[in-house]
């Protein structure tokens, strides 16, 4: 078993320690057990010798959960950085880009799809994330979307079919929505977890979406949704009504949206997605309401082509703290606890004992740094299952 000693500061989020919704606990230690899940936590001077075969001194720095990733479109052809530059000198964003990515991803082949979503897996797993969700929805044909799949089965097991992103060119929506919950679902469905839908201004309606999510239930998936980023609508309605694991974005909400998805009791995360509104110059949704309230929250990258092209779950944490009224415990235990909600899991987003091995290494004695420092590289080691991934100890 390794002993991990010298932990400044080491964030757990395990609320049976009865020390905040982090459970922090000051002079750490932590010990990875032959399983490669968690054996032991606790202060260092409690630390069991029978617990120590091989120790490794952090001196004085803090380790938090590995991030829980639980929003990411990471199988995609190209980039949009030519729409990057139209949007910001003026040109609003609308839903239509994904074509672009579209033709692009189409075209692709299958090494060259997997080589990139490979490459942005790396950059996330060195900014600390080590769990990610990953959707298709860039290849909107039944071969393209299957294809995706395999490639997003690669990269992770929480893999999510997203047929139902827009309507491609060369269909209808009432074509386009058979096809999803015909044939494109029947052969999507052996590689994905769970099923999405975008619903909102230019994608898919309520009614669309609806039929779209009760198909993948019957099916065998898992329910997620993107609702209300654009404009207010009735996604959220909808995830709640239907038992979605999250409602993603939910940018624009009204009282009875965010009462909605309290009563669910954390059932239905609400899920955060503050470096799309960052890349969109669009407004920040308002955490504070939904945690008031008592909406479970998750933070998430999007890491997408269009509208948000970046893995960094610390700039997500920045941006909730600075802009959206999130405290710093909060920020960090959406983006860890809050993802593996968002993804029905308690064996990772948390360091408690018999959870698998997934932590980071920071550079400073504090959690809060993560908000405190923006854009600034605080990772200096990432374990998964135990196993150190990336960075070094030094
Ligand atoms: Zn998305």
Not at 129 to 137: F, I, M, W
Not at 184 to 199: G, Y
Not at 204 to 228: E, P, S, T, W, Y
Not at 310 to 339: F, H, K, Q, R, Y
Request: glycine share 10%.
């Amino acid at each position: 078993m390794i002993a991990i000693t010298g932990i400044s500061s080491l964030v757990t989020n395990d609320a049976s320690l009865e020390r905040g919704k982090l459970g922090v606990i000051n002079h750490a230690a932590l010990v990875v057990g032959v399983d490669n899940k968690i054996a032991w936590t606790g202060e260092e001077i409690n630390l069991p010798s029978e617990f120590v075969d091989i120790a490794i001194n952090v001196d004085g720095r803090a380790i938090i959960p590995g991030f829980v990733d639980s929003h990411t479109h990471l199988v995609f052809g190209g980039d949009r950085a030519e729409e990057f530059e139209a949007r910001m000198s003026g040109k609003p964003y609308s839903a239509g880009g994904i074509r672009t990515t579209m033709a692009a991803t189409r075209s692709a082949t299958n090494e060259s799809l997997t080589i990139n979503a490979h490459r942005l897996a790396n950059e996330a797993l060195n900014t600390g994330t080590t769990t990610l969700e990953v959707k298709s929805g860039y290849g909107l044909s039944v071969n393209d979307e299957a294809r995706s799949l395999k490639v997003a089965g690669a990269v992770t097991t929480e893999t999510t079919f997203l047929g139902a992103h827009v309507v491609p060119p060369e269909s209808t929506i009432d074509k386009y929505v058979d096809l999803v919950c015909g044939e494109m679902l029947k052969q999507c469905a052996p590689n994905a977890k769970w099923i999405d839908v975008f619903c909102d201004h230019g994608a898919f309606d309520v009614d669309h979406a609806r039929v779209i999510l009760q198909a993948g239930a019957k099916a065998g998936l898992g329910l997620r949704i993107h609702a209300n980023q654009l404009q207010h609508g009735g996604g959220v309605q909808l995830g709640v009504e239907l038992g979605v694991a999250s409602c993603d974005h939910c940018t624009h909400l009204n009282d009875a949206d965010i009462s909605a998805l309290a009563d669910t009791d954390g059932q239905t995360v609400a899920t955060l997605l503050p470096t799309a509104e960052l890349c969109t110059r669009s407004k920040f949704p308002d955490a504070r309401r939904l945690i008031d309230a008592g909406v479970t929250v998750a933070l998430a990258s999007d890491c997408n082509p269009g509208s948000s092209y970046t893995t960094s779950i610390p700039l997500a944490i920045s941006l909730a703290v600075l802009n959206m009224n999130m405290t710093c415990d909060e920020a960090v235990w959406s983006a860890t606890a809050g993802g593996a909600a968002a993804l029905r899991r308690t064996d990772i987003g948390a360091l408690h004992i018999g959870a698998q091995a997934d932590f980071a290494l920071l550079n400073t004695s504090s959690h809060v740094h993560l908000a405190y420092r923006p854009g600034v590289k605080l990772v200096d080691a990432v374990f998964a299952r135990g196993q150190l991934v990336a960075g070094s100890l030094r």
